[in-house]
């Protein structure tokens, strides 16, 4: 059980890390990734003479295949253009005392301890599919939460994996029900940490006013440094005169 203190400790901790844009981008450009693949497939039977139109569950089925292609290269952009560091394997504890990197097939950032890539659900609640990569990036949250089996002094921190989850609208293949951003646990079967975006981006908070501070006002001055240290002043005058 997670307390709602922990649950803080990790949004601060996500926030600290990651910058505020990477996440108000992710808001607006997976929608119209959605969107494009929609489109994509739906008209793709027009684009040439005698195109054939999909049925519906075919065409439900290709359009979530271009839609997460869409959304992974948009998301691939979006780490570069914040400072994401592309992870391509991550330490996974093998047996005692024993670390091995395992390859990562999908796209994910690093920002500092903190991972961060996405992933697709039907239902607000599913975690995230656990195939061998997805297992491998929610083994690093395996200190984030404390284990009956072992001791608190054998957990620590290592990166964090922060899912961005997303939900597309059942009733429009063209439209996403929600996204997410989350953390899961070690074996990906439930989320320690789940929160909408909206609600994640008003955490950041407001940016702090710039105080206008007026420019520094300088008297003019006809001499120069050199005057000034063979006895005058910067007006140009000795101390004689």
Known sequence: MITDERKFEFEQAIRWAVPRELFVEVKERFP???EQADAAVRNSHTAVINGVPLS??????????????LIDQ???????????????SVPVETGPDEIK??????????????LV?????????????????????????????????HGLELFNDRQRFVLIMVRRDPTALGKIASITVCIADSRAEVFLYQSNIDDFLAGYGAAPAVEKKEAP?????????????????????????
Request: hydrophobic share 35%.
């Open 217 to 241: 006002k300088f008297r003019d001055v006809s001499g120069t440094f050199k005057e000034a240290r063979r006895g005058g002043d910067l007006t140009g005058r000795t101390k004689e005169e």
């Open 101 to 114: 990197a395992a390859p990562i097939h999908l796209t994910t950032g690093s920002f500092g301890d903190t």
């Open 117 to 149: 890539g996405f992933a697709s659900h039907r239902e607000l609640l599913d975690a995230p599919t656990k195939n061998a990569t997805r297992r491998a990036l929610c083994h690093q949250n395996r200190g984030l939460s404390n284990d009956l089996f």
């Open 74 to 88: 948009v998301f691939e952009e979006i780490l570069a253009r914040h400072g994401g560091m592309t992870v391509t």
């Open 32 to 34: 119209l990734a959605a």
């Open 56 to 69: 519906r569950g075919r065409q439900s089925k290709a359009t979530g295949l271009v839609r997460h292609q």
